[in-house]
Nanobody, 117 residues
Framework: QVQLVESGGGLVQPGGSLRLSCAAS????????MGWVRQPPGKERELVAQ???????AYVDSVKGRFTISRDNAKNAVYLQMNSLKPEDTAVYYC???????????WGQGTQVTVSS
């Protein structure tokens, strides 16, 4: 059973930076995509960034130029570097992997990011 473990969330002042990490335990075959979504307080989840295997990273407009998604295939890990953070970036951030021919989605447990002075 593959599990994703997230780390790196916390409290940061506006303009600061955080780096989220998400590592998979267990063997993964046919990794199709990796990404991050977030859920702000009282709002629905939104896709933040995604990498589809063989493709270019994609970002929601509100984070373009500030966030960078990257991956380490050898570790089955995905990262989210977040710079110039704003209060509206406050949310629980979840990583995911899409695996197998059915693109089954595996979720991380979520990590809180709070941007406040």
């Amino acid at each position: 059973q593959v599990q994703l473990v997230e780390s790196g969330g916390g409290l940061v002042q506006p303009g600061g930076s955080l780096r989220l990490s998400c590592a998979a335990s267990g063997s993964i075959f046919s990794l199709n995509a990796m990404g991050w979504v977030r859920q702000p307080p009282g709002k629905e989840r939104e896709l933040v960034a995604q990498i589809i295997s063989g493709g270019e990273p994609a970002y929601v407009d509100s984070v373009k130029g500030r966030f960078t998604i990257s991956r380490d295939n050898a570790k089955n890990a995905v990262y989210l570097q977040m710079n110039s953070l704003k209060p509206e970036d406050t949310a629980v951030y979840y990583c995911y992997l899409d695996v197998g021919t059915g693109w089954r989605r595996i979720w991380g447990q979520g990590t809180q990011v709070t941007v406040s002075s």
